[in-house]
Each structure stands twice: as C-alpha cells, then as structure tokens.
C-alpha cells in the first residue's frame, strides 16, 4: 500500500504562486482526490468567500503543507 502525504477532505495550503490558476503562496484549498500513479499529486479546490469554487488543480505534495485553523 502507498502512503500518502495527505488524506481527502483534509485542509491545506499552497507553499508557491500558480499564476496560471490564480492561486498565489499561502491560499487554503482542501484535498478533494489524492493520486499515486504516476506520482504521488493531489487535487485541490480553492473556494470564493460565497463558496463557489475559484480554482480546481493538481498539486505535488512539495507544494503543500497541512494548514491548521488556529
């Protein structure tokens, strides 16, 4: 079994700019699907503040960490 980094549902937040997306370093987006093959990616949707969905796209996990609400 492959272990991933991150589990569906689970919040985190960009570690870089995707420029292409609109999304810049440090916008919180939650894991909707994780995917081993070819390699370990994640995607992830980012959300407007009325909850439609801003950006959908897959992610290396390098380019993540989990994001904690304090």
Do not use: Q, W
Not at 26 to 33: E, L, P, S, Y
């Amino acid at each position: 079994m492959f272990n991933v980094k991150f589990k569906e549902l689970e919040t985190v937040k960009t570690l870089k700019d995707f420029p292409d997306e609109g999304i810049t370093r440090g916008d919180i987006g939650t894991i909707v699907m994780a995917f081993t093959i070819p390699n370990e990616a994640y995607e992830v949707e980012f959300v407007n503040s009325d909850g439609t969905t801003r950006a959908m796209f897959a992610i290396i996990p390098d380019d993540l960490e989990r994001h904690c609400y304090a």
